[in-house]
Every structure is written in structure tokens, then in C-alpha cells.
């Protein structure tokens, strides 16, 4: 199941990513405060898109074996547990990254659902082999 989850993960934030890249102005740097919105809701721009595509590849690969996904999750949790707690303190991410407003909750959200699968994830293929 967390195999499922990580690849799951990845591919949305590819999509994320890629979608960020098609919001007008969301290929440009500048003041995180104005940056575009994407779905109206979360404000992105360049770097903000490349991290999400970097972090969605992270997720395909890491869902290609267990131990990889169980890591992808938990780290990948705690980042975005510390990056929603971030966002209250320097929601501009010292001007590189908007991480403030709704991202916050957003954050918070996918840190505990990827940190949870992470902690819960039991090995299938273990569990398989000790029933034989």
C-alpha cells in the first residue's frame, strides 16, 4: 500500500507542478506576495513548480520498493509538517517560495496523511512470506 501512496504522491505533484508551469506567470521569479494563483488558491511560481515536479519524481521512483517508499513518506511528511509550521513564521519563504495562506493548511494536511502511511506501512511481501 505506501508503494501505492509514494507513486500516488509523486504523480500528483507532477501534475501540480506541470499546472503551476501553465498558470499565467507561474515560469516567473519575483514577489512571492503577488505570485500567481493556482486553482485560486495557492500562489506559485517557478521554483515553487520545479520542486513540486522534483518532488513527484522523487515519489515514482521511491514507490518502485518498500523501504524507498516508507522513507518518501515519512521524510516527505515531516518536510511538510515543518514547512506548514514555516509558512505561519515566513510565509514568503525569504522570498523564494510562497508557502503562506491556504499552502499552510495544505502543508499541514499532506504531513500528516504521508507521515501516518509511513509509520502504518506494513511490508506485504513480508507479511507473505512469514504466512508460507
Keep these: 500500500m505506501v508503494k501505492?501512496?509514494?507513486?500516488?504522491?509523486?504523480?500528483?505533484?507532477?501534475?501540480?507542478g506541470v499546472l503551476g508551469l501553465i498558470v499565467p506567470g507561474g515560469m516567473q521569479m519575483g514577489d512571492p506576495?503577488?505570485?500567481?494563483?493556482?486553482l485560486g488558491l495557492f500562489p506559485v511560481n517557478l521554483l515553487h513548480n520545479?520542486?513540486?515536479?522534483?518532488?513527484?519524481?522523487w515519489?515514482?521512483?521511491?514507490?518502485?520498493a518498500y523501504g524507498t517508499a516508507v522513507a518518501y513518506c515519512k521524510l516527505l511528511g515531516f518536510i511538510y509538517l515543518a514547512l506548514a509550521?514555516?509558512?505561519?513564521?515566513?510565509?514568503?519563504m525569504f522570498?523564494?517560495?510562497?508557502i503562506g495562506g491556504n499552502?499552510?493548511?495544505?502543508?499541514?494536511?499532506?504531513?500528516?496523511v504521508l507521515v501516518a502511511f509511513g509509520f502504518m506501512a506494513k511490508d506485504e511481501a513480508a507479511?507473505?512470506?512469514a504466512m508460507a
Design 33 to 38: 506576495s503577488t505570485a500567481p494563483m493556482l
Design 95 to 98: 522570498g523564494l517560495i510562497p
Design 59 to 64: 515519489g515514482l521512483a521511491a514507490g518502485r
Design 85 to 92: 509550521a514555516l509558512g505561519f513564521v515566513v510565509p514568503n
Design 4 to 16: 501505492r501512496i509514494a507513486m500516488l504522491f509523486g504523480a500528483v505533484f507532477i501534475v501540480v
Design 50 to 57: 520545479v520542486v513540486h515536479i522534483a518532488v513527484g519524481v
Design 127 to 129: 507479511a507473505a512470506a
Design 103 to 112: 499552502d499552510i493548511w495544505l502543508h499541514c494536511f499532506l504531513g500528516v
